[in-house]
């Protein structure tokens, strides 16, 4: 959406104008966006919670700087006091020819300056301090809360957002403990602090000075409640930015081959100008709150001055007192300016937390058993017993038996959607049945402790994911202690050493990013031998075979034959080559087990199977 | 994450890395100027108070004279106003001003970088890039709006409220300017730290966001080797190095500002011992010493944030290196200049000449002296090894990347002497790894032909055997990818593959399309395949027999060379390289049976 503002980088790419496709993005069913008002308080009780959370193991820490706050604060308005004693009492005895208290007063002023100064240094050193602990401490959280959640939240939260989650949002909090909580505790301080002095240094002066507060309350107060709302939406158009772009750069090749780049730029360019609007609003409050606050202050400073010019002129007060009271005063509105600056930081801050709390309120559909039955060397017995299984309402398995005895080569085959994922899936304990049970070695998964379970039970995705490092590293993923023989070994078992010797580095090979430097071939080649050199009991692979050319697919089969040989195995494969290999097959229908036999047997049957077989030998030619 | 650092002994000034930030401020520089007045003028209407201030001691308050006073403090009212007023003045045109020019500075890095060859790309982590776009657009953003200005605004008034003091009373003055040269020197030194400081803690944020990124795309992998300790260690390392980056940068921040907070503490006693001597001996009155303490309090906060300013405007510098890191980064696929639309036919012929491609810094070229011709409307197959250079080669038609050597041809045409908008919309590509966006159905299919009719799209669905995107929930109009619903490796396939295939391309180039589809949907795919195929001349690498049979002929590529072309049987039957590449292990062990037989 362009507004006739938006200058010269709206919209000059080529076609239409963006508004024009504003339905760009199609329908999705999780645009909670927009908040109610009941929502709204929630959120915030919520996030306050986490802040609360967060700081309580600091408390001690944040007490003894506060204490030392108020003694570098004490050290500070000394300042304005001794100048006015100075004028005062030192300047006449001056005149007098008694240099003694003028010496006196600025020994006092140096001292104060050192004791200020070197009590800032602790504050600002602690606060800091503080800050970065509060901050490593809700990173290693969400880090380690976001990893523990089941798939299904990642396939719904997609990998953006939660990125999103762990970056920018972090980001924000940690923009207001390094600015904002130094700025908000010194200017809370001086606040309360001066307004003290003033009342002492001269109570009806300090009652005038005072008369600007309830105009400060009801400024801040609306201030408050308008800001809430602009900084929320400003954490959603950063967030749609930053989904834009990472999804842009992820998929820069199909993005240049289809010349998406003028679209792309339109797109960007409309989301960029929200993201613009939404902060112009929250800086358009800001623009008025801190004006208003140097009307106050300005307002105040002229009565303060007519005031007490009169009284000195009637002889109530002393010029040093007036002078004193009019350099406070400076002091006493400059830090609220402070305030909204704080404010500002803290609303971003508070929108972001509002984000990160609802993350670390997820939970996980899998949890860790309270009292886990020890699995150790497993033999890897599979069972389904009476298993339903489903996403959100439809029904993917409607009820599933199966055994599938230690050692068994298990294929399945089936058109997508039969389900097969969704199997190979339950026996990783990536989701939990809704009824019955999967168990292991007689054992229940939800039983077993991950750990114990991982080592058991692995799967192998299509993917093939990498991770920055060298090929070793990520073939040692599969098992981190393991020595570069080893890994080696892994690497040759599975056929995968000649490939990775003739690369550039042979094992200590860059991947590169998500492992650019491989084809899609070899990256699967690496996820097989990290899951050969795991070593677990039970392997599912779920269509890990599907971008192997052939001879990496022959390669694989054969290592497959001996790795396959005494541990269980679940195939899914669209390939029937792997399902040679296989002791069983089991056709899949809509959740349910049509076919169950030795491949040689259904081929031989007149079964789906058998067509497919058929079909699949066509395709060799 | 090594390729992010800056080069090392780089020697540039910081002003000039400010430098390159005026094209982008230029625009808008009517209202950068009323900001820097409104900031200037908001400080020159403080200094009338402590004038007022004196007068009033020094006037009616000396002569006890009531009447007196109603000017003076009706003076302090306009001006307390006009500082109020400048004040929103300042803020509104600030807001107006940089909002656009961060907007404008985010455009334009998201459009270079879109522009940036895929060579770029393999080579930043997306996580530094992101940091780039968002952290340090934003850093430049605040420091434009207000640092840059106030910057200049306090340095004005330090000069304007210095020569006022020298005014006022010469030797106090001159005894004020002496006490600040140590503060400009040591101040200086300490911020050229702050700035190494806080570059290595950009670099740092960049690092942890791309194991971030990894841990949350291979969650499926972590997750099901159970390596969640491991994944959550090597975060926590640089997490923690994060931390000790950071409060590195604490204490340097801490010493600046104690240095700036001490400094006009001391001075002001300074000039109460002065200007109590000054008074003593007559040179001044206490209206005027009350009236210089005053003075000097205005100087407070611009002494005050000149150091804060100052590592804003370090810190900004190194912002504007790292944004000029991805703006310098040389477009190598472009325009050639003079580059026409020249006619290319629907089939066209497409033809490699003694092509070579070599990575930039690699030792042994990845493609070398390949020749191939293929005829319009003909289909050639890519046939060769893991790592035989069959996706280069694809990437080299729709020029992704560029030849080092020979070139590619279309109707005859060098595809560089073509524009790039021409090229990339006459020939079509479908890449081994579908990429989705999160947008709808339709919008994806339509990515390179936005204008598509909905006829075209249905068709392009139904070649690619993707008609289950009408069943999606609300159809076409359905999000998924990334932010919306989640397809099948097959599905993500078909819809890729509808996406080449819509409005029918001159040349189609085809990456292993049909790798994640079961059999049955295989089939069904290269049937309707077939027809398009008739009608356009296809590139396409394939890794099975099935495959290969869409094709007229097949190109045998070996170790970045074509070493056969042919018939697919003849192939089959001549060449043995040929054979164990796609003959399937059970036919291979009929084949050695025999053999032995």
């Avoid at chain 2, 206490?286 to 000097?296: E, I, P, Q, R």
């Avoid at chain 2, 060098?414 to 524009?419: A, E, G, K, T």
Wanted: hydrophobic share 50%.
């Amino acid at each position: 959406m362009t507004t006739p503002g938006s200058g010269a980088a709206g919209t000059t790419g080529h076609g239409a104008p963006a508004d024009a496709h504003a339905d760009w993005r199609g329908v999705a069913t999780e645009d909670a966006d927009e908040l109610s008002a009941s929502a709204s308080s929630f959120l915030r009780g919520r996030s306050r919670r986490l802040l609360g959370e967060l700081l309580r193991p600091h408390r001690r820490a944040l007490w003894a700087l506060l204490a030392v706050l108020t003694a570098q604060n004490l050290a500070w308005l000394a300042g304005p006091f001794l100048v006015g004693v100075g004028i005062d009492s030192a300047v006449p005895a001056l005149l007098a020819g008694d240099a003694g208290p003028l010496v006196w007063v600025t020994l006092a002023m140096v001292g104060a300056a050192l004791a200020d100064t070197g009590l800032r240094y602790v504050f600002l050193m602690g606060s800091g301090r503080v800050g970065q602990e509060v901050l490593l401490t809700l990173r290693r959280r969400v880090f380690r809360h976001v990893q523990q959640l089941p798939l299904s939240f990642h396939e719904r939260y997609t990998s953006g957002k939660t990125i999103s989650r762990l970056t920018s949002d972090v980001e924000a909090l940690a923009e207001l403990l390094d600015e904002g909580l130094d700025g908000l505790l010194t200017a809370l301080f001086s606040v309360l602090a001066i307004g003290v002095v003033l009342l002492v240094l001269d109570l009806p002066l300090g009652l005038v000075a005072l008369l600007g507060f309830p105009l400060l309350f009801l400024l801040a107060r609306w201030f408050q409640r308008s800001s809430t709302v602009a900084y929320r939406r400003t954490r959603q158009t950063v967030a749609a930015l930053i989904v834009q772009f990472t999804e842009t750069f992820g998929g820069i090749r199909a993005v240049q081959a289809f010349r998406r780049e003028g679209r792309n730029d339109q797109l960007h360019a409309a989301l960029n100008e929200d993201n613009r609007q939404a902060h112009h609003r929250a800086f358009w409050l800001v623009a008025v709150f801190m004006p208003a606050v140097t009307l106050i202050g300005n307002l105040v400073t002229v009565a303060v001055l007519g005031h007490g010019a009169l009284r000195v002129m009637d002889g109530d007060l002393a010029v040093g007192v007036l002078v004193s009271f009019l350099l406070y005063l400076r002091r006493f509105f400059d830090p609220l300016q402070d305030i909204a600056i704080f404010y500002n930081s803290y609303q971003s801050a508070n929108a972001a937390l509002e984000k990160l709390s609802g993350v670390l309120e997820e939970r996980s559909t899998v949890p860790e058993p309270p009292d886990p039955v020890p699995v150790r060397d497993a033999a890897g017995e599979l069972v389904f017993d009476g298993v339903r299984f489903g996403y959100g309402g439809a029904t993917v398995l409607p009820g599933l038996d199966l055994r599938i005895p230690a050692g068994q080569t298990v294929a399945l085959v089936g058109v997508t959607g039969a389900g097969k994922s969704t199997l190979a899936r339950l026996a990783a304990r990536f989701h939990d049945p809704l009824e019955g049970e999967v168990r292991l070695d007689g054992v229940p998964l939800h039983r077993i402790a991950d750990a114990d379970l991982r080592r058991a039970v692995v799967m192998v995705t299509q993917e093939g994911f990498l991770f920055t490092g060298s090929v070793a590293d990520n073939i040692s993923f599969g098992r981190p202690d393991a020595g570069r023989a080893e890994i080696e070994a892994a690497a040759r078992a599975i056929g995968a050493d000649t490939f990775i010797r003739a690369l550039p580095d042979g094992y200590d090979t860059d991947v590169h990013k998500r492992g650019g430097r491989l084809s899609a071939g070899q990256r699967q080649v690496v996820g097989f031998a990290r899951a050969f050199l795991a070593d677990p009991a039970v392997l599912v692979l779920d269509e890990a075979t599907s971008s192997l050319d052939v001879p990496s697919e022959r390669l694989v089969q054969r290592a497959l034959q001996t790795l396959l040989a005494d541990r269980t195995a679940l195939i899914i494969a669209h390939r029937l080559s792997t399902v040679e290999i296989a002791d069983r097959v089991l056709v899949m229908d809509a959740g349910r087990i049509v076919e169950d036999g030795p491949p040689a047997e259904l081929v031989g049957g007149g079964g789906r199977f058998a067509d497919l077989h058929r079909a699949w030998v066509d395709s060799l030619v | 994450m090594t390729e992010t650092a800056a080069p090392p002994g780089r020697v540039r000034g910081r002003l000039s890395a400010l430098a390159r930030l005026w094209p982008f401020a230029r625009p808008y520089r009517g209202l950068l100027l009323l900001t820097f007045l409104g900031a200037l003028l908001a400080t020159l209407a403080q200094l009338v108070v402590p004038l007022v201030t004196e007068a009033v001691v020094d006037g009616p308050i000396a002569d006890g004279d009531r009447a007196g006073l109603v000017p003076l403090l009706a003076l302090a009212l306009v001006f307390g106003l006009a500082e109020a007023a400048l004040f929103f003045l300042r803020r509104w045109a600030m807001n107006v001003s940089c909002l656009q020019i961060e907007r404008d500075l985010r455009d334009t890095l998201y459009r270079r970088l879109q522009r940036l060859p895929v060579a770029f790309h393999d080579g930043w982590s997306s996580g530094q890039l992101l940091s780039r776009a968002t952290s340090d657009v934003t850093t430049v953003r605040r420091f434009v709006g207000f640092g840059a200005v106030f910057l200049v605004v306090n340095l004005v008034t330090c000069v304007v409220v210095s020569a006022m003091l020298v005014l006022a009373h010469w030797p106090l003055g001159v005894a004020v300017l002496a006490t600040s040269l140590p503060l400009v020197l040591v101040g200086s030194r300490w911020e050229a730290r702050y700035n190494e400081q806080s570059r290595r803690v950009q670099d740092e944020q960049g690092d942890l966001a791309t194991d971030v990124e990894e841990a949350v795309q291979g969650v499926r992998v972590v997750r099901s080797l159970g390596r969640s300790g491991l994944v959550f260690g090597r975060y926590d390392r640089k997490a923690v190095r994060l931390r000790e980056l950071e409060l590195g940068k604490v204490r340097t921040l801490a010493l600046i500002w104690c240095l700036f907070e001490f400094h006009p503490q001391v001075t002001l006693a300074v000039i109460l011992v002065g200007g109590s001597l000054a008074v003593g001996s007559g040179a001044l009155t206490v209206g005027g010493l009350v009236g210089f303490v005053a003075l000097f309090t205005v100087l407070l906060w611009p002494i005050l944030s000149l150091g804060f300013l100052l590592a804003q405007a370090q810190e900004t510098a190194s912002a504007c290196d790292r944004i000029g890191e991805l703006l310098d980064a040389p477009l190598t696929v472009t325009d050639r200049p003079g580059a026409v639309p020249r006619p290319v036919g629907t089939p066209a012929r497409l033809r490699f000449e003694h092509v070579g491609f070599r990575f930039p810094g690699a030792g042994s070229p990845v493609l070398t002296d390949v020749d191939l011709e293929v005829a319009p409307g003909e289909t050639v197959a890519l046939v060769g090894a893991t790592g035989s250079g069959k996706t280069t080669m694809t990437s080299l038609v729709a020029r992704l990347q560029d030849v080092t050597g020979g070139r590619v041809t279309l109707d005859g045409h060098d595809v560089r002497d073509l524009p790039l908008a021409q090229l990339r919309s006459v020939v079509a590509t479908a890449f081994e790894d579908a990429t989705l966006f999160s947008m709808s159905v339709r919008e994806n299919v339509a990515l390179g032909r936005p204008d598509a009719t909905e006829e075209e799209v249905a068709e392009a669905l139904r070649v690619a055997q993707a008609e289950f995107a009408h069943e999606l929930p609300w159809g076409l109009d359905t999000r998924i990818g990334e932010q919306g619903l989640s397809l099948s490796g097959g599905q993500r396939q078909r819809l890729a593959l509808a996406r080449a295939v819509l409005g029918r391309p001159s040349v189609l180039v085809l990456d292993d399309p049909l790798s994640a589809l079961d059999v049955h949907t295989e089939a069904l795919v290269e049937r309707a395949l077939r027809e398009v195929l008739a009608a356009t001349t296809a590139l396409v690498v394939a890794h099975r027999a099935s495959t290969v049979l869409l094709a007229d002929r097949v190109a045998l590529l070996e170790h970045g060379r074509i070493t056969a072309v042919g018939r697919h049987p003849d192939l089959l039957a001549e060449v043995p390289v040929y054979r164990e590449l796609l003959a399937s292990q059970s036919e291979l062990a009929g084949a050695g049976e025999g053999g032995r037989g």
